[in-house]
């Protein structure tokens, strides 16, 4: 199993919930309104050797754990709906989860998820 955390604009989220449950990944996500920088630092642009302060965007962080042979479907899903091709449109990180216990049922692994 695996988890892809996504920080993606906060505008995309309704999208992309559309587009995982129309595609049948609709197993379970966490959401969460994060702050970040990038590259850029926070701005529209960067120039190499620019002394400036970071400054922190609101993002939205997705969390999805699902078996190891969904995720690049999920993760083509992600790409193709929060892309719009400007800096800030965030990034994709995949994990490795160890395991998953569901607390009403005791179950493990994939049965869990
Ligand atoms: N290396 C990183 N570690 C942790 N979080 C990151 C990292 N890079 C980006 N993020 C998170 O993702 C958000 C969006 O990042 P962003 O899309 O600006 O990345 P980027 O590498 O600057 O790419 P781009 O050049 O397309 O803007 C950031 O605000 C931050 O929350
Ligand atoms: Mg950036």
Same mark, same amino acid.
């Given at each position: 199993?695996?988890?892809?955390?996504? !920080?993606?604009?906060?505008?995309?989220?309704?999208?992309?919930?559309?587009?995982?449950s129309?595609?049948?990944?609709?197993?379970?996500?966490?959401?969460?309104?994060?702050?970040?920088?990038?590259?850029?630092?926070?701005?529209?642009?960067?120039?190499?050797?620019?002394?400036?302060?970071?400054?922190?965007?609101?993002?939205?962080?997705?969390? !999805?754990?699902?078996?190891?042979?969904?995720v690049?479907?999920?993760?083509?899903?992600?790409?193709?709906?929060?892309?719009?091709?400007?800096?800030?449109?965030?990034?994709?990180?995949i994990?490795? !989860?160890?395991?998953? !216990?569901?607390?009403?049922?005791?179950?493990?692994?994939?049965?869990?998820?």
């Amino acid at each position: 199993m695996k988890k892809i955390e996504a !920080i993606i604009r906060p505008d995309r989220l309704e999208d992309l919930k559309d587009a995982l449950s129309k595609a049948g990944f609709t197993k379970g996500m966490t959401v969460s309104q994060v702050l970040g920088y990038g590259n850029q630092r926070g701005f529209a642009e960067y120039v190499r050797g620019q002394k400036i302060v970071p400054t922190l965007l609101a993002k939205v962080k997705v969390e !999805i754990v699902t078996h190891d042979d969904a995720v690049d479907e999920v993760v083509d899903i992600i790409r193709k709906t929060v892309h719009t091709g400007e800096v800030g449109d965030g990034k994709i990180f995949i994990l490795p !989860i160890e395991e998953v !216990i569901r607390i009403r049922t005791g179950e493990r692994g994939g049965d869990a998820v």
